[in-house]
């Protein structure tokens, strides 16, 4: 079933791209009812489903997200419980709230570029981000995750108070989400010297082997609600398997920096995008290695899922520019390289939240 959203999705808006329609919302819904539809039908997603089951079923559990200031989460689950919904009406509702901000967000950039290519953004969004397996799985921070860069947008436009309301809401849904207050301050680096991407991305490998011996500060800095997490399961190293998968991709970002030091394509920016291109790339380059923290510290990987949404980025810079300038080996090259691992991992490698199961056949 990803597959086919997979597939439909990047048809779809190529065959957009086509016939040249107009940007309207009506656009965007036939992608959306099925991207949404299918979410929110999963069943036994990961390993979070029957937690958020028993959550929704008990009103107490609840409470404790009112507790930790996540209010919107907690009215959510309080109004489809006195609206007398089963508990998969949370994962519906939630994967409709988090299937409007991916879909907002393309718009938006639509909107400020006419030769901007939906096909290509939603092909990088799919293969690389992983977001559409995970979101049913850690609900609340997937919100947050696919929020949290609109707010970022804006930001980049100057456009503050809209930037404010959206990070609001990411807070109010998943409290970890304040973590991006970190990253908040690249957008005065928007404009500064490209080689100091290429910089971070070449030095952080270091800096986030590190991380680890000094976590239990960091998360008591989230408050004491989250220092338990040192001693549960999800502590545990993710291995070196989950790292390898990682590095499979390092090549090919190392060419992408060089291309974007370079300025090889930036015949993919307008003045309206550059920013919040630039400022994308900039986060990209300086969280990518933060997969190397797992290796001692699994619970990490929670955190920095917050930055997998910018790794749309690069992908888009060299596909977008190598389609612009018909450098067309270069272009179905870098498909192939990111589309044939995604394919594999929702089709016979799949397992765990990659192994499709649906609500409706249970």
């Not at 779809?12 to 539809?37: D, H, S, T, W």
């Not at 989460?73 to 519906?92: C, P």
């Not at 953004?121 to 860069?149: D, H, K, S």
């Not at 400022?279 to 290695?289: D, H, K, N, R, S």
Request: aromatic share 28%; charged share 10%.
């Amino acid at each position: 079933m990803y597959l086919f959203v997979f597939l439909y999705t990047t048809f779809y808006f190529y065959l957009v791209e086509r016939a040249n329609y107009k940007n309207g919302l009506g656009l965007y819904l036939i992608p959306f009812c099925l991207y949404a539809f299918v979410a929110g039908s999963q069943y036994a997603v990961g390993t979070d489903y029957f937690s958020y089951v028993y959550i929704f079923d008990n009103p107490i559990e609840n409470e404790r997200y009112f507790n930790k200031g996540e209010y919107i989460f907690f009215y959510l689950v309080e109004a489809l419980n006195w609206l007398g919904f089963e508990s998969q009406s949370l994962f519906y509702t939630v994967s409709i709230i988090q299937s409007f901000f991916v879909f907002y967000i393309a718009k938006k950039m639509k909107d400020n570029d006419s030769r901007f290519l939906l096909v290509v953004w939603f092909f990088c969004f799919f293969c690389i981000t992983n977001i559409y397996q995970n979101q049913l799985n850690g609900i609340r921070q997937y919100v947050a995750v696919v929020c949290l860069p609109i707010a970022l947008f804006y930001l980049s436009n100057k456009k503050v108070f809209k930037s404010f309301l959206f990070f609001v809401f990411a807070v109010f849904f998943h409290s970890s989400s304040i973590v991006f207050l970190l990253v908040l301050p690249v957008v005065l680096l928007s404009n500064v010297n490209r080689l100091y991407s290429l910089f971070a991305f070449i030095v952080t490998p270091v800096f986030y082997l590190y991380i680890p011996s000094f976590i239990e500060g960091l998360l008591g800095w989230f408050g004491s609600a989250y220092l338990h997490y040192l001693d549960s399961d999800l502590a545990a190293s993710k291995g070196i398997m989950s790292v390898v998968t990682k590095l499979y991709y390092a090549p090919l970002y190392f060419i992408i920096a060089y291309f974007y030091t370079k300025r090889r394509f930036d015949c993919v920016f307008t003045k309206q995008n550059f920013r919040f291109f630039n400022v994308g790339m900039i986060i990209f380059f300086a969280t990518y290695w933060s997969f190397l923290s797992t290796l001692e510290l699994g619970i990490l990987n929670r955190i920095f899922n917050y930055f997998v949404f910018f790794g749309i980025f690069p992908c888009y810079y060299v596909l977008a520019g190598a389609l612009k300038e018909q450098r067309m080996y270069l272009f179905w090259f870098v498909v192939l390289y990111l589309a044939l691992p995604y394919v594999a991992k929702i089709t016979f490698l799949a397992r765990a939240e990659f192994l499709y199961k649906s609500y409706i056949f249970t």
